[in-house]
């Protein structure tokens, strides 16, 4: 006698990638599909691959038939991410670079440097942050708090604690005060974490450089709560950046809109940084603008101005004018788009 067991024709999702509209990118979906060979593929949008890339935001089902004639089914969902630089507030041994958003811890040893992000997930919103790992953390604390003051690293609800200090190599995935959810071993520098809050779960996923997707750990959530990034360094030196959010609610800051036509007003900067919204009707193939500064004799002005990547719709940008040598008085920001569509708004230093 001779037996011979087959669990059939499964579907495994290898890796998702959602639709990125501020990169411009779209989604991809890659899955193992085990059977007996050969196996068809036959995916909702006509492809009869078993991976499929260059995907907008949507459902893709794949049925996947083995020589048997066992089929199976799943559906997949490609999402459309707008994901927006982080800012901060609250900031307490940091220095932070207000044109990068990008902290770097400048007190001595010790749980002594937090910030609070000026993003606010509302209430009954889904969201996500990502951060990218550079090997410039030494160690920090990094998650959702619902608090709006920075607090101790652990009165964070959700966190991530990457340690790489000495000889450590860790990243761990918290709940509340001290429980360990997981723990992944060996990050590796280009690695992303991020956490996410969809309804009443919260997911704690790390997108590994190898291209592998791992879901480390899930946590019941209060969807009606109001969340924050809450970030912590003990050690010097610690920088981070690459932190990146879903979501964007700037708290007691003034954007300006950029206008067709100039107003009789004008904006005084703050502490040397304009801060302006500017609305995009079309998809931006590259995702810049093209700016000029104009003085008060409509001269434009020689000066170096950061890139700031925009998205299709409502963008909430700022230009940090400390360092660039411009005197007191009256200029006109001129903003000019891919279709040579022009915006303007004047401002005093």
């Excluded at 593929?41 to 691959?49: F, K």
């Excluded at 997981?182 to 520098?189: A, D, K």
């Excluded at 704690?204 to 480390?216: A, D, F, K």
Aim: charged residues 15%; aromatic residues 12%.
């Amino acid at each position: 006698m001779v037996c011979s067991f087959s669990e059939g024709v499964t579907i495994e999702q290898e890796y998702l990638h959602h639709q990125n509209i501020t990169g411009n990118t779209l989604g991809s979906i890659a899955v193992n599909v085990t059977g007996q060979q050969p196996i068809t593929y036959s995916w909702s949008n006509g492809a009869a691959v078993e991976d499929i890339t260059g995907l907008s935001a949507g459902t893709y089902t794949l049925t996947a038939t083995d020589n048997t004639g066992e089929s199976i089914t799943r559906s997949f969902e490609i999402r459309g991410e707008k994901f927006y630089q982080t800012t901060w507030q609250d900031v307490q041994g940091y220095n932070l670079n207000t044109t990068t958003n990008e902290l770097t811890k400048s007190t001595a040893n010790g749980w002594n440097s937090t910030a609070l992000s000026t993003n606010e997930l509302k209430a009954n919103t889904d969201g996500s942050f990502k951060y990218v790992i550079t090997g410039n953390e030494t160690t920090m604390i990094i998650g959702f708090s619902q608090y709006n003051t920075s607090t101790h690293p652990y009165d964070s609800k959700y966190r991530f604690y990457l340690n790489t200090y000495g000889s450590a190599n860790y990243l761990k995935m918290y709940l509340n005060n001290y429980t360990v959810l997981n723990t992944y071993n060996n990050p590796q520098v280009g690695d992303t974490i991020i956490l996410e809050r969809i309804g009443s779960v919260v997911y704690y996923r790390v997108h590994q450089v190898n291209g592998t997707q791992v879901l480390y750990a899930t946590a019941s959530a209060n969807p009606s709560e109001v969340l924050y990034v809450d970030v912590n360094s003990p050690y010097v030196p610690s920088v981070i950046n690459n932190m990146h959010c879903s979501f964007y609610t700037p708290l007691n800051i003034p954007y300006y809109p950029l206008g067709t036509t100039l107003t009789g007003g004008y904006y005084n900067l703050v502490d040397n940084t304009l801060n302006f919204s500017y609305y995009e009707r079309y998809t931006p193939s590259n995702g810049d603008l093209n700016y000029e500064i104009i003085d008060n004799t409509n001269t434009s002005v020689s000066v170096i101005l950061p890139v700031l990547p925009i998205v299709q719709g409502e963008n909430y940008l700022s230009i940090d004018f400390s360092s660039l040598g411009l005197s007191s008085g009256y200029y006109i920001l001129k903003v000019t788009n891919e279709k040579s569509e022009v915006k303007q708004l004047r401002f005093k230093i």
